[in-house]
């Protein structure tokens, strides 16, 4: 079964060596995420890029401290992902938080 919807798209992109309070910041995001109820979220994990402080991030070898650029994505309702939003102004100190309207196509397996 195929049902469409309309959703937000929210992309939170962080460093892979951002943390807090010991804590990898990507995961505290996701834990975040799945105890609000949100429908789900995914760590992309980036090969090279670069940020603010232009500083480029790549993963060559023979790097010591590779430093990756890590996307959070979360695809859920507006009002679902505003319960989100206090805990990333809390949480990350240096990033991008970016919302996009997105349409949603969910696959159901048809169980009869």
Known sequence: MKLSENGVLVRIFISENDTLEGK???E???LKAK????????VFRGVMG???HSKMHTSKIL?????LPLVVEIIDSRENLAKL???LDETVKEGLVTME?????KYRENKK
Do not use: K
Not at 63 to 67: A, I, M, Q, V
């Open 24 to 26: 990898a910041l990507y």
């Open 28 to 30: 505290l995001i996701v």
């Open 35 to 42: 105890e609000i109820g949100l429908a789900g979220a995914t």
């Open 50 to 52: 670069f940020g603010y």
């Open 63 to 67: 790097r010591l401290s590779e430093e």
């Open 85 to 87: 939003l206090p805990f």
């Open 101 to 105: 309207n997105v349409e949603v196509i």
